[in-house]
């Protein structure tokens, strides 16, 4: 095999690496929603988001919002979760049951 193909047999392999821990990100994410939010797993953490709210918008095209509100330990599986306000963060945990 010459350098070009394995070159390319590398980067298409990580490249398919990638994919499947962001995807499995996604669906693992997706259990923590509740009626009016939608919720994200970013390296461990749990981002809460109002359905179609500004701050979901932002994070999916930025990622991480300079202002955030963190409960450590408070979510669901012990998991810390992050919002982009506090009252976005008290409104998820009052709903969500554990």
Partial sequence: MNKSKLAIAV?????LSACASTATETSMA?????DGFK???EDGRLWVFEEGSEDLAF???HGEPAKQFTSIGAGPNGMTVKAAS?????????SYKK
């Fill in 11 to 15: 980067l298409l392999g990580a490249a």
């Fill in 39 to 41: 919720t994200e797993i």
């Fill in 30 to 34: 997706s259990k923590y929603d509740i």
């Fill in 59 to 61: 994070f999916k095209q």
């Fill in 86 to 94: 506090q009252e976005a963060l008290d409104k998820y945990l009052s």
